[in-house]
């Protein structure tokens, strides 16, 4: 039976069972030929199907159980019985260990990797048990890395530039052949804050050192400081990649490069800016599998999941989201397309430039050189037969105008607006130059947000809340004995959170709300109205994640306005 089942080949599997057209095999084993990608990883890749449907259908075609790595905790005495170097090269993680019965889970991509599982039995004694469980290829790699820590060779880069000695290590990390240390350096860094889940990296010249940041859940953090002298060779590598003009350095560029990292392509968007000790270089991290995230992994509640499901129920019109810039919105938008993503509707998006190229949707980039602005952007769109069109941002009079035009023709139309609430929006519109009775009946809805970290729960403490923050808790603070606070530990790099969630206040239209914008009702009784049909304000949002545990109040109050809550 188990030789029947080896013999099975994925893509025939999904084929049967209906999940893949054999179109759409025939496209991904003519893929195959020209590169040593594995068929389920092209799948995931083309956008045939999802990573979780592939791991499923196998687990039940072998009789295995699958397992998420996301909803899977470190285990310590798991990882201290299997060595690093053997987990890699047989493409297994031990994930949880029991000493009462002697069993050790192990997550694999390889079930019938017999000889693997022998020699890891052999390693264990005849007393341990082996229980397998299949997990996704793409998650794999990088839980191996989280799970048991990442050391980088930086320091040894380091150290072979300045004595001239050889870092054979990080050669061994980057291939066989020997490259310059000044490239390997600039790879580990980037692999290094890709790793660290950065969402941008900073190179920072001083007047006698360089200073490296990272951007982790919303925060800078500085990782390295080096001396000036690596500056110049830093910058010039950064810009060859990107494709820079590298004796250019007194007016600002930008550029792109990629980087595969565990089998998956990662972008980054690069922005160089002269500054008097030289140029300021800022990376953007585009890792498309890490941050377009489905809503049912937002940790949203049911009442904010019910008032999207209606706003994306109507089939014509505009659907806003607000908000700063990195609070989330073109990963909430993308969420939200996904939402209706399928073979029976064409998505059209006009975006400035396009982040995450996705499957099933035309994406455009506007572009100064062909006179592709949003305006021209959309009139051309509109020619297209779209039923969806998302357009980045409505930043003039014009671009709004062509977006109520395409929501007044029957399409659903997603964008982005900067204000700093969902009411805001109302007269950010008519300053823009779009009258009020042009809004009424055309607006979905709209969404503001914010982006707070999520304490680590491996060490957030309870504590007595003060005067002041029962001030903030307002009506819920009778009730409250305790809230939490981060305290740090190895698990979230002694920093007390791990992870960012969103916060969301959701204005859904309706006739009455209509009726008031198309008056130029005051904002105090556009309030009134929307309270009256239960709208919850980022404060009112915020402070009940930090009463429910998920993140601290000082936390909220850093991203959230809070102070109107004290004069109530």
């Given at each position: 039976m188990s030789e029947q089942r080896k013999k099975l080949r994925l893509g025939e599997l999904l084929v049967q069972q209906g999940l893949i057209t054999k179109d759409q095999l025939a496209i991904?084993?003519?893929?195959?030929?020209?590169?040593?990608?594995?068929?389920?990883?092209?799948?995931?890749?083309?956008?045939?199907?999802t990573e979780t449907a592939i791991?499923?259908?196998?687990?039940?075609?072998?009789?295995q159980e699958s397992i998420d790595l996301a909803q899977v905790l470190a285990d310590p005495e798991?990882?201290?019985?299997v060595p690093?170097?053997?987990?890699?090269?047989?493409?297994?993680l031990p994930i949880a260990y029991d000493p009462t019965d002697h069993v050790l889970t192990i997550a694999t991509t390889e079930i019938f990797n017999v000889v693997a599982l022998d020699q890891l039995r052999a390693m264990l004694g005849p007393q341990v048990e082996l229980k397998t469980q299949l997990a996704a290829e793409a998650q794999l790699g990088d839980y191996i890395d989280q799970f048991y820590g990442h050391e980088l060779s930086v320091d040894g880069i380091l150290t072979e530039i300045e004595t001239g000695e050889i870092d054979y290590d990080s050669l061994q990390a980057g291939g066989d052949e020997y490259t310059q240390p000044m490239v390997r350096l600039v790879n580990a860094i980037l692999v290094d804050a890709v790793k660290r889940g950065a969402s941008d990296i900073h190179f920072e010249p001083e007047y006698?050192?360089?200073?490296?940041?990272?951007?982790?859940?919303?925060?800078?953090?500085?990782?390295?400081?080096?001396?000036?002298?690596?500056?110049p060779g830093i910058t010039v590598r950064l810009k060859v990649v990107s494709e820079m003009n590298i004796a250019e350095t007194r007016a600002p560029q930008d550029g792109r490069m990629s980087l595969t990292l565990n089998g998956r392509p990662v972008d980054f968007r690069v922005s160089t800016q002269p500054t008097i000790y030289g140029e300021n270089i800022v990376l953007r991290v585009l890792d498309r599998e890490?941050?377009?995230v489905n809503l049912d992994r937002m940790n949203l509640s049911k009442e904010t999941m019910n008032k999207l499901d209606v706003m994306l129920a109507r089939p014509e019109g505009i659907l806003v989201v607000t908000g700063p810039t990195g609070s989330g919105k073109t990963t909430t938008l993308y969420s939200l397309l996904a939402q209706v993503n399928d073979e029976t509707v064409n998505i059209m998006t006009l975006e400035d430039p396009v982040?995450?190229?996705?499957?099933?949707?035309?994406?455009t980039s506007v572009n100064d050189v062909a006179r592709m602005d949003f305006a021209n952007?959309?009139?051309?769109i509109m020619r297209q037969d779209p039923d969806i069109i998302l357009v980045g941002e409505v930043r003039d009079k014009e671009t709004a105008e062509m977006a109520f035009r395409a929501a007044m023709t029957g399409h659903q139309v997603f964008t982005t607006l900067h204000t700093n609430s969902a009411l805001g929006a109302f007269p950010r519109l008519l300053d823009i130059g779009i009258q009020p009775d042009i809004m009424a009946g055309n607006i979905i809805g709209i969404i503001a947000q914010r982006l707070v970290r999520i304490l680590c729960s491996h060490c957030k403490e309870a504590y007595a809340p003060s005067q002041e923050e029962r001030l903030l808790l307002g009506a819920a603070a009778d009730s409250v004995s305790f809230l939490y606070r981060p305290v740090g530990c190895k698990s979230c790099g002694n920093k007390g959170y791990r992870g960012r969630t969103p916060i969301m206040e959701l204005l859904v239209m309706d006739g009455d709300i209509d009726e008031l914008v198309a008056r130029r009702a005051t904002a105090k009784e556009l309030r009134a109205e929307a309270v009256s049909k239960g709208f919850r304000s980022l404060a009112e949002e915020g402070v009940t994640r930090a009463l429910d545990g998920i993140t601290s109040i000082a936390e909220v109050a850093r991203t959230v306005d809070l102070t109107g809550r004290l004069r109530q």
């Open positions: 991904v084993l003519a893929e195959q030929r020209n590169s040593n990608v594995p068929i389920g990883r092209l799948l995931v890749r083309l956008g045939f199907v791991r499923d259908i196998m687990a039940r075609t072998v009789g798991a990882l201290s019985l690093e170097e053997f987990a890699r090269r047989n493409h297994l006698a050192f360089l200073r490296i940041r990272y951007r982790i859940d919303g925060v800078l953090e500085t990782v390295r400081s080096l001396h000036k002298t690596y500056m890490k941050s377009i982040e995450y190229p996705l499957t099933l949707m035309r994406q952007g959309i009139r051309s």
